[in-house]
Each structure stands twice: as C-alpha cells, then as structure tokens.
C-alpha cells in the first residue's frame, strides 16, 4: 500500500494480486468530493430506522462522510481483505473513523463461520452499501460473497434508477380506489398451485395446461407476460400478476377482456397497465419500498417479498394465498433454444447467445446453457425461497430451462399426478 497525494487530502494506492494495474481508492484529483457524491447518493435509499452496513474501508472518506449524515445510526464497516484491514488499523486514515462513536471496523475473516453467516442472516439491501474499494480487493476465497454483493448491487442500481418511475406509478396507483389483499390469505390452502411463467419451454405445457384447467383441481397463477399466450390456446388462469413499472407492459393486455379474472398489482407496477383491466384487481405492497411498507402498515395489509420478477413476486403471494404444493411451468430463467419468452409473448424475441456472458445449469444437470446476469439472481432468489420455506413442496417442472437448486425437478405430468394422490 502506498499514499498518494491528491489537490485535496491524501489516497491509497494498493498492488493487488487479482487486478492488471495498481488499484487507486478514490479520485485522484479530489477524493472528498467524491466521497460527497457518494453519500448524497446512497442516503436517498435508506431506511432510516436500520443500522447500515458498507462493504469496503478504502481510505475512509465515504465512511466519515457517511457518519457525519447520519449520526444516529449505526454503521458496520465490512473489509474483506486482511491484510488491508491491518494495514489500515495503523495508517493515518484510522484515527479519524475511531472517533466516530457510531462506526464499527470489522475484519470479515477474523470473524467465526456463524458471525459471518449473522452478518447476511437479516441485512437490509436498501442498507447495503457497496464501496468498489470493497469489492476490488476481496480475495478469491471469498469468490461466494463477492458474486452475492455484484448481485445486490446490479438489483440496487436498477431499483434506483427506475425510482422516479417507481415513486410516480405509486402515487397514480394509490390515488384512486383500491384493495388490498388481506382477504385472500389462505383463500387456496390445501390446493396445489402451479405458478406459470413465461419462459420459452412453456409452450410443451400449453396442451396439458389447457386440460389441467378443465379438471379443476389445481388453481392456476400466471405472470402478465404469459397471459396472452395462454389466452391464444384457451387457458384463462385463476389470476395473473403485474409488478413491471414501464410503460411497454400495456401490450401484455391489450385486447384482453377477462371480467371475472383477479389481477394482482405492486404498487409500483405501471398505472396504464393496471387501469387496462377491467376485472376485479387488488394491490401488493413490497418490502423495502419505503412507501409501500408504510400504506402496508395503515391498511393492516401484508407485505410481499418481490424478489425482482414477477414470478418471484407471484410465489410469493401465492404462499400468502395458504399454497403447500407448487409448481413451476415456463420458468426457463435462461435463453432455452436461443429464445427470450414463449412464442405468442410481447417480449418474445431471439437472443443471440454466442455473445452471452452467463451460464448456468441446465433443467437435467447434464449442461451449461446461456443466461444473463438478471435470470441468475432470479434463480438465486428461487433458490434461497426454497431454503428458507422447507415447509413448502415446491417443483421446478419446466422441463427446459436452468436447473434450480433446492426445489424437486419432476415433470409437470408427475406433479399433477402425485398431488392428486396427496
């Protein structure tokens, strides 16, 4: 580690083993203006009533920046890299972050296997801040962590910079009348659900789905995107699902009349889309919208784990809704056959997939198949839910698609069969 002068207050510059050039923390030119923009960016997101936690020391300036805004709460300072954090303990840039009596330095290995578990058991993302210091020099045993974080921060980013179209659709979507869905908890208990997405393996599914619905044993979910497409083979689910924000959803109904079938809407989805549907229609409030938690809190509704997708969001409710036993159709979470949706979907389009970055499992665990960046952390999320809900009997029967760890892979004709019989 050397220090380097700057036209302001000194910087570090760090030889790490895993970057081509040295690493330089902060601006070369001024470093507290940077660490200004920062704060003022990161402050705008957080929830006011939780301690915050930042992954990366870097030279201390963002840390003490951030201390000074919010001198009430409590902040963690993560670093994963030993030997800076030891380095650091001794440098100059220390003493001024130890007189901040709400700022915590913790040196992540030293920490036993089940205080480091702790620290991500119930971490808020909206008060997760990421440093790139933190993540630059974090070493390769920590490869796990370091990919959850990238994960965190690609979901944060997209979060933020969609919250002026977030805080408006919130505010269209709140000012006329609606309902909650406080009515409906357990309404389906005891009924195996089978949550259809709109992944391009969906369309092997069309013919049984069609009969499955005319057994009427199962209760039918489906996600927007996948509604038209099942329109189109005479397949109307029990209710569908809306949590998109854009404008380019209003395609999903279009021409669509379903007078008797209940939407289900966040907050935030996008208002045009949601006056669209002329049948009954009812509101979901998502954790970690600061807006949503507390019109939640007023109408003594529930709260519902987004997960980023609408199919994430949709399992969700459905376990609010008394779900046991579910199923996955259509849940691709990659480009199977090198296509985006099932034929039929406004989204559809053909990806070419020799210029994608990320692979994942394929459904039979015998291949890598493409996938982005955004379809794994929706995996992940699945594969957590199932983790942390050991209660539920949850089915991956997509029959294409990525592999999901946690859940039993059968096919959807196996699952029909076996909860029947249950």
């Not at 020099?137 to 959850?148: H, K, L, S």
């Not at 189109?232 to 109904?253: E, K, R």
């Not at 784990?305 to 409710?317: F, N, Q, R, Y």
């Not at 070419?352 to 960046?373: F, V």
Request: proline residues 5%; glycine residues 6%; contains cysteine.
């Amino acid at each position: 580690m050397t220090i380097i002068d700057t036209k302001t207050v000194p910087t570090i510059k760090v030889e790490h083993t895993d970057a081509s050039s040295p690493l330089i923390f902060h601006s070369k030119y001024n470093p507290l203006r940077e660490a200004d923009a920062w704060v003022e960016n990161a402050r705008k997101h957080l929830n006011k009533d939780k301690e915050v936690t930042v992954v990366g020391t870097g030279a201390g300036y963002h840390i003490l920046k951030l201390a000074d805004a919010i001198p009430n709460l409590p902040i963690r300072v993560l670093e994963f890299n030993e030997t800076y954090f030891t380095w650091f303990q001794k440098s100059e840039f220390m003493p001024p972050i130890k007189d901040k009596a709400n700022v915590e330095h913790i040196c992540f290995p030293t920490l036993s296997k089940e205080q480091q578990e702790g620290l991500f058991t119930n971490i808020s993302t909206r008060n997760l801040l990421i440093h790139k210091s933190g993540l630059d020099i974090i070493p390769t045993r920590f490869a796990t962590i370091r990919t959850m974080l990238e994960d965190i921060q690609f979901q944060n980013n997209s979060l933020h910079n969609q919250l002026k179209r977030l805080e408006e659709n919130f505010k269209l979507n709140t000012k006329t009348t609606f309902k909650g869905i406080a009515t409906f908890k357990n309404k389906y208990k005891g009924s195996p659900m089978i949550l259809i997405s709109a992944g391009p393996s969906l369309n092997k599914h069309m013919k049984r789905l069609k009969e499955i619905q005319q057994e009427d044993k199962f209760i039918l979910g489906a996600v927007g995107t996948a509604l038209k497409p099942l329109l189109a083979h005479g397949i109307t689910p029990d209710f569908f699902c809306l949590i998109d924000a854009n404008p380019q959803t209003t395609s999903q109904f279009n021409d669509v009349c379903l007078p008797n079938t209940p939407l289900f809407y966040l907050s935030t989805a996008y208002h045009e889309t949601v006056a669209l549907h002329q049948g009954p229609k009812y509101i979901m409030w998502q954790r970690g919208f600061l807006p949503a938690e507390e019109y939640a809190k007023n109408c003594d509704d529930p709260l519902i784990e987004t997960g980023g997708s609408v199919a994430t969001a949709l399992l969700d409710l459905m376990v609010y809704f008394g779900a046991e036993q579910i199923a996955l159709a259509g849940q691709d979470l990659a480009f199977t056959d090198g296509a985006s949706h099932v034929q039929g979907a406004h989204l559809h389009r053909s990806i070419d997939t020799s210029s994608t970055l990320h692979e994942t499992l394929d459904y039979y665990g015998e291949k890598m198949i493409p996938t982005a960046r955004n379809l794994s952390i929706y995996r992940k999320w699945f594969e957590q839910y199932a983790k942390t809900h050991p209660n539920l009997a949850l089915y991956n029967c997509t029959e294409g698609g990525a592999y999901i760890n946690h859940w039993q892979h059968v096919s959807l004709q196996t699952f029909v069969e076996n909860a029947i019989k249950k």
